[in-house]
């Protein structure tokens, strides 16, 4: 019998293996766990291989090379667009779950269809985030049925409860199942070429326990030196002797260079060790060694692990001048290509501070952001002085990046070097030194948030220095800090009222002057705001309509959704025309993936819907007080719990708003939150009388009387009138109590006009407006295309609707029925 011939990249997947392979194509979620080195990869790219010779089907294929969730992000991007999917290109990495649920809706939208679609997660015990294995479960929960999830990982990363909540829509392939018996072992052996005797192959099993990188690795051994190797050797030396030492010098060389990157092309590798031969190279090693892979797309290569770990060692036997040489050569290129993160890893390594320094101000604090700020301080002190004072543009970032980081101590220290390397440096001109020292003004404003005089004088300095736009502020990021309120954000306190307007005033074109109008229109909202808190309705409208001018086409959402927030308010005093409804604006908002800008419009219809009683109607996220769920900024989380109060008063939870008071008013004190602390006050009078403690709530009213009146507030009394009125009653009557009063008439007034008739009592409130809609005539399709729902939700809704109000008969008598029960009186 002739020999086999050797062919030691054979790939082979026994029929076991096959058999446990097939539920994936009926489960949404697959998760393949087991140790280094048993073939998850292989299993899973041979799987999707015969499936996609079987049927037409999409592959995205995501590898995960680090614990930094940015990276992941990135690579998660890369691998949908690569895949013909671009929706996810200009997409915010999400980190809470009102992010994570948005993803899912855009990814269930997107990806569902009749062709199926695999998702692969390769690697994914890298990526220790307990978020993203979170993520993962929810997004099983909702996928369509044509879409795949398999993510392969050495640790075991569902959580026992979620794996038992998925049921069977997760399947599990473990250890078990990859590793070789005895009669997949001697196959596989055959198949390489490799004529074992049945003692070598229980010998063989018995050292590798089947771990099938370990087999190929002595059968690799065996072909190089006619040998299995010693029974004692780590798999590491195994690995080397087989995989590396057998290579020529310039080869190991290639190997132990490009062993430092996750992924690379031809052109990369050219570049790095510039060697014009590097395609060649990849060609040889790609085909005699199966550690050595180029990805589905053709042009991406990647080393397997146990190939990175073995590469790295050699690597860190070169020559200390050829390491550096390298690592300089990762970071430019890394740098030339905006991989930013890579590119200070690299510097960082190679000790090159300067090039670290440049590619930091390049990112100006965007990527930085998503590093342990310990790295960066770590970084920092090993930074000579000398060296960061020659680069006061990456001292601003960094100054910034300490903010965000809440490290001030060290952010003033910057400050204080930057100030020094500016007075140290006679080559400056006038105009960068302008532009240096306003745009630290600029930074240093930010310490002074909700002090607006404060911040004006430190606004008036950089806008008057500076000839170029700042570099540490970027125009589409958010200006109120998730707040749906400007002046929720900056009165101060009571008396204060017209002060703060005329600095906002003065202030604000500076600031939008150097920042490209980040922020345009918080003046004009503000001013908006604080009519509409006096009762001055006419004069809220006219100074709304104007932010809404002054917003438009600019893109700033966030000013808008401001807009919005007070607009509704508004909408319950006097008549106004909505741009948009609420499902609408959702649907406007959804496309800019914008998870925090989702936030400001759900806290605006809780608080709307609160105020009007339609608890059915307010965004789960509040409706079931989930707020612990989403990474709320600090500036902005008080009028979010304030907003969550309303939610409480609403539903009956009176005793819960009491209970929140206290801790929620020091926080307000701390931050200089007079607005916010007025409506939590008011919300506790509201809530003790409720509970019929008279003497509580009128100490708490008579606080927040008090704090109204210096500025004429009215409007937060108002909007808890029908609560109120008993309270107010008894209290000993003020200009400001008769005007909360009068106004407090009209909203009934007018809240009783728009009531809907006694005969609809039984019906939801969605149900409410599709009987409106079809008393206006409209078809089943149009009431659909105008509340966002699918035509069969809408005859079932109808169907509903006949059925609590009691009417039967064919369709046209049907609505005539309905069309009279509007004319019956309550």
């Given at each position: 019998?002739?020999?086999?011939k ?27 766990v ?28 995501i ?35 009102s ?58 990363f ?72 010693d ?34 092309t ?17 060609a ?11 990805l ?77 700020p310990?790295?960066?301080l ?5 930074c ?53 020292l ?80 980040h ?13 509409f ?26 000013m808008?959704?401001?807009c ?61 007080h ?74 708490w ?76 005539r ?10 966002f ?38």
């Open positions: 019998m002739p020999k086999p050797s062919n030691l990249n054979t790939i082979y997947i026994s029929e076991r293996l096959q058999e446990s392979l097939r539920p994936v194509s009926h489960s949404t979620m697959t998760a393949i087991a140790p280094m080195g048993y073939g998850k990869t292989t299993a899973v790219n041979w799987y999707l291989a015969e499936r996609a010779k079987a049927e037409a089907l999409h592959i995205i294929r590898s995960v090379y680090s614990d930094n969730l940015a990276i992941f992000w990135k690579s998660t991007q890369d691998a949908f667009v690569r895949t013909g999917y671009d929706f996810l290109r200009d997409y915010i990495c999400p980190t809470d779950a992010g994570g649920g948005l993803l899912v809706d855009d990814l269930c939208h997107e990806l569902a269809g009749e062709t199926p679609c695999y998702i692969f997660v390769d690697d994914f015990h890298l990526l220790t985030d307990q978020r993203v294995s979170t993520f993962l479960c929810m997004l099983a929960n909702r996928l369509p049925a044509n879409v795949h999830l398999i993510v392969a990982s050495r640790d075991r569902l959580p026992a409860a979620e794996a038992v909540r998925l049921g069977n829509r997760v399947y599990q392939i473990g250890t078990d199942q990859l590793r070789l018996n005895h009669t997949e072992l001697n196959i596989y052996a055959h198949r390489c070429g490799a004529d074992l005797s049945d003692a070598q192959v229980e010998a063989l099993l018995y050292s590798s326990e089947g771990w099938f990188s370990a087999v190929y690795l002595n059968l690799r051994t065996l072909s190089e030196r006619g040998a299995l190797p029974r004692n050797s780590d798999i590491y030396s195994t690995f080397t002797a087989a995989m590396i030492d057998p290579l020529s010098e310039k080869q190991q060389e290639f190997l132990a260079v490009m062993g430092l990157a996750d992924e690379f031809v052109e990369m590798a050219r570049f790095v060790t510039e060697d014009a031969d590097a395609e060649k190279l990849l040889v090693l790609t085909e005699q060694n199966a550690f050595v892979k180029c589905p797309d053709g042009v991406t290569f990647r080393f397997h692990h146990m190939m990175k770990e073995c590469a790295e060692r050699r690597f860190r036997m070169m020559e200390k001048e050829k390491q550096l040489f390298y690592l300089e050569r990762f970071g430019l290129w890394y740098e030339n290509h905006s991989q930013y993160l890579h590119a200070i890893a690299s510097y960082r390594r190679s000790g090159n501070y300067d090039a670290l320094l440049r590619v930091i101000q390049k990112d100006a604090s965007i990527l930085l952001s998503s590093l342990d310990q790295v960066v770590s970084d920092m002190e090993a000579p002085a000398a060296v960061l004072k020659e680069h006061p543009l990456s001292i601003l970032v960094l100054m910034r990046s300490m903010f965000n980081w809440r490290n001030i101590p060290k952010m003033l220290e910057l400050k204080e070097l930057l100030l020094t390397a500016i007075r140290e440096n006679p080559n400056l001109s006038q105009q960068e030194r302008g532009n240096l306003g745009e630290c003004d600029l930074i240093m404003s930010f310490l002074c948030y909700n002090d607006i005089s404060a911040m004006s004088r430190l606004h008036r300095s950089a806008s008057s220095q500076m000839s170029r736009l700042a570099i540490s502020i970027q125009k589409s990021g958010g200006w109120t800090f998730g707040s749906p309120s400007v002046l929720m954000m900056f009165y101060r306190a009571p008396g204060e009222l017209q002060s703060e307007l005329h600095e906002m005033n003065e202030c604000m074109p500076h600031y939008y002057k150097i920042t490209d109008g922020g345009q229109g918080a003046e004009t909202i503000m001013r908006a705001e604080a009519a808190m006096q009762g001055c309705f006419t004069d809220a409208h006219i100074e709304l309509e104007s932010a809404y001018a002054q917003i438009e086409g600019n893109g700033q959402i966030n808008a959704l401001c919005d927030f007070l607009a509704w308010r508004l909408s319950l005093c006097m008549d106004i025309e909505q741009r948009y409804s609420f499902e609408e604006r959702r649907v406007e908002l959804l496309r800019h993936h914008n998870a925090t800008w989702i936030n400001i419009w759900t806290a605006t219809s809780a608080y709307y819907h609160a105020l009007l009683g339609e608890t059915e109607r307010i965004p789960a996220v509040f409706a079931e989930q707020l612990s769920s989403i990474n709320f900024l600090a500036p902005g989380k008080p009028m979010m719990e304030m907003i969550e109060n309303q939610v409480y008063l609403a539903q009956g939870a009176y005793a819960k708003v009491i209970g929140r008071s206290t801790g929620q008013l020091a926080v307000c004190e701390a931050m200089h939150y007079a607005l916010v602390a007025l409506h939590i006050r008011i919300q506790t009078a509201v809530s003790y009388e409720m509970l019929g403690k008279f003497e509580e709530a009128h100490a009213i008579s606080r927040a009387l008090s704090d109204a009146a210096p500025d004429g507030f009215v409007m937060p009394f108002v909007e808890n009138y029908d609560r109120l009125q008993p309270i107010l009653e008894r209290e000993k009557k003020s200009d400001l109590i008769v005007k909360i009063i009068e106004l407090g008439e009209a909203a009934k007034a007018r809240k009783a006009a728009n009531t809907r008739p006694g005969a609809f009592d039984a019906l939801t409130q969605r149900e409410y407006e599709i009987v409106l809609l079809m008393a206006e409209l078809t089943n399709r149009e009431i659909a295309e105008r509340l729902l699918s035509e069969g939700s809408v005859k079932q809704y109808v169907s509903q609707i006949y059925s609590k109000l009691h009417i039967e008969g064919d369709t046209r008598t049907k609505r005539k029925r309905l069309a009279e029960l509007f004319t019956q009186k309550t």
